[in-house]
Nanobody
Framework: QVQLVESGGGLVQPGGSLRLSCATP????????IGWSRQAPGKEREGVSC???????TYVDSVKGRFTISRDNSKNTVYLQMNSLIPEDTAVYYC???????????????WGQGTQVTVSS
């Protein structure tokens, strides 16, 4: 059974930082791309970032320069470092086992349960 477990969410003030983790106990991380998406209340889910099995990465424009995705295959974990957070980043963040397509984007296939990120003073 494919399993992805997100953690690291919470309440942070504007300008603060959080690091999200996506653990993959059910499969070998090294073989797959992993994407992060988020869904704010009343909005559609949007892709935020993705990292290929080879380490290539993509970011949505709104987070470029603030978020960094990385992976540690030895720990079967992908990270999303989020800096300079703004209220518009408030959402439930999901990681997904994904397909890396065309060398530049992810198609999510299997989702985790999500972790809440709230940016507020």
């Amino acid at each position: 059974q494919v399993q992805l477990v997100e953690s690291g969410g919470g309440l942070v003030q504007p300008g603060g930082s959080l690091r999200l983790s996506c653990a993959t106990p059910g499969f070998t991380l090294a073989d797959y791309a992993i994407g992060w998406s988020r869904q704010a209340p009343g909005k559609e889910r949007e892709g935020v970032s993705c990292i290929s099995s080879g380490g290539g990465s993509t970011y949505v424009d709104s987070v470029k320069g603030r978020f960094t995705i990385s992976r540690d295959n030895s720990k079967n974990t992908v990270y999303l470092q989020m800096n300079s957070l703004i209220p518009e980043d408030t959402a439930v963040y999901y990681c997904a086992r994904s397909s890396w397509v065309g060398g530049s984007r992810c198609l999510p296939n299997d989702w985790g349960q999500g972790t809440q990120v709230t940016v507020s003073s």
